[in-house]
């Protein structure tokens, strides 16, 4: 295999059976622009905190604070994406193009009526929102329209995620990375001029944050959309596919329910623990939200391999070609987890500068050092634990990971995180540990489960 000519057809973009051929390739083709399109949505996150970090550090704890409530709205997106993704990949793998296109057009459906509840409860709660979340008088009064922006204009997060899980479930992972990249540039360009009103533009402050994030992935859906109804895309969508269907609806609907579950039960937990570190101080809260940002930085590209191990997988069933589905996962599993030690390393030895790109302050410095070196501890085993999650899913079997999420991180997880930074005193400290804890015995849980082969007889 040639590496070099790989790489570039994998940013390039082609229409590849990946029901044959080498699996290494197969991987490479799917996962570098899925890894790159996912390094797209980390720059959301990082540009947003580097610039509003020099703001205030209300303004920033607002951004942390929000972000940990909008792992919610993450979550239903990825659970339809995964429904989309799962159907879309196994009608592709059995040559039907056009029941692709049309489970597409009704996970669209979901997405729309699931995102205008979604922007109802965030445009009138936001402040109950941020007041249950620990934030002070302070920070909900400077960050409360920036809020009111994200959650009530959430479709655009949720469209972003589904329409890219379609792209993905076709094998088409390039157009999802160059859609998150549109919206990145345009993220990167308006961001400094909203916040800090540069040229004719008023200073927004933490809200230009939310503005420029909005267009920018806005626009981004807008070019997905175009692709799909009018450009090159395997998938190929018309109103006609929009019509209800009842029982591709409902068939979408619970593998979406599940999804979107055993993330939701993730995001959850990660809100409780946000929680109980929110009880230390504003100082504590930056500093934990920095290290878990350098977290998702890496997180969010690892998702890339994890999908395309999910891809090969619906594929592959799609082709009645269990053993080459279950290969392609282990594979994944293998690349993910070397990834992310390799990362591991570097932020444990980094630790200190890195979070001193976004914050100098002492207190803020020691937390997030501290905070991040624990969690690189148990990178490698959630890299692993990931890939085999998502493998579950991409067979439509959504209940399998849901089950572990809801075992590893409400009946380990948080007790452990309470039971440590509470009951022992180890203050924030000892829910660092819970997360390392509860990420290693994941992985473990994973792959006994995998190697039990239940997914083999999935039908969706």
């Known amino acids: 295999m040639n590496i070099v000519k790989t790489l570039i057809e994998a940013i390039k973009g082609t229409e590849t059976d990946y029901t044959k051929g080498d699996i290494n390739r197969a991987i490479i083709l799917l996962s570098i622009p899925m890894i790159i399109e996912m390094l797209g949505e980390s720059l959301f996150s990082i540009v947003d905190a580097y610039y509003v970090s020099q703001v205030s550090n209300e303004a920033f704890a607002t951004v942390i604070l929000t972000e940990a409530v909008s792992s919610i709205i993450y979550s239903l997106a990825i659970g339809i994406s995964i429904a989309a993704t799962a159907l879309v990949a196994r009608r592709i793998g059995e040559k039907k193009p056009e029941a692709a296109a049309e489970a597409a057009a009704q996970a669209i459906l979901i997405a729309l009526v699931v995102s205008i509840i979604i922007s109802l409860v965030g445009i009138f709660f936001s402040a109950e929102i941020l007041a249950l979340m620990g934030a002070t008088p302070a920070v909900i009064e400077q960050g409360l329209l920036y809020t009111q922006i994200i959650l009530g204009f959430n479709m655009v997060i949720m469209l972003l995620f589904i329409l890219n899980g379609i792209f993905r479930g076709a094998g088409d992972a390039s157009m999802a990375m160059r859609s998150l990249w549109v919206a990145n540039i345009i993220n990167l360009a308006l961001d400094p001029i909203l916040i800090f009103g540069w040229g004719p533009f008023p200073e927004m402050g933490v809200v230009g944050a939310a503005v420029a994030t909005t267009i920018g992935r806005g626009l981004a859906v807008c070019f997905q959309l175009y692709v799909l109804f009018r450009g090159s895309s395997i998938i190929k969508l018309t109103k006609a596919y929009f019509q209800p269907k009842v ?47 350098y977290i998702v930085l890496a997180i969010l590209p690892a998702w890339g391999i ?29 690349y993910n987890g070397i990834l992310l030690l390799t990362v591991a390393i570097i932020y444990y030895i980094y630790a200190e500068p890195l979070i001193r790109i976004f914050n100098t302050d002492p207190n803020v410095v020691a937390v997030g050092v501290e905070s991040l070196q624990i969690f690189a501890m148990g990178y490698a085993s959630y890299g692993v634990a990931m890939v085999i999650n998502q493998a579950f899913s991409g067979a439509g079997d959504t209940r399998t990971p849901t089950v572990v999420n809801i075992f590893t991180f409400w009946v380990v997880q948080i007790p452990l995180a309470y039971y440590l930074s509470t009951i022992l005193d180890w203050g924030p400290t000892g829910v660092y540990w819970a997360v390392i804890s509860s990420e290693t015995m994941m992985m473990c849980i994973c792959i006994w489960l995998f190697r039990q082969g239940s997914w083999r007889t999935v039908e969706v």
């Not at 939701?264 to 100082?283: E, H, K, P, Q």
């Not at 994890?306 to 009645?320: C, E, F, R």
């Open 247 to 293: 029982a591709l609806l409902k068939k979408l609907t619970n593998i979406a329910i599940t999804g979107a579950g055993q993330h939701i039960i993730s995001s959850a937990s990660w809100i409780f623990l946000m929680y109980i570190v929110a009880r230390y101080g504003t100082d504590v809260v930056n500093g934990y939200g920095l290290a878990i940002k």
């Open 306 to 334: 994890s999908n395309a191990g999910a891809t090969l997988m619906g594929q592959n069933l799609g082709a009645k070609q269990p053993d080459r589905a279950s290969k392609s996962v282990w594979l994944a599993a293998l």
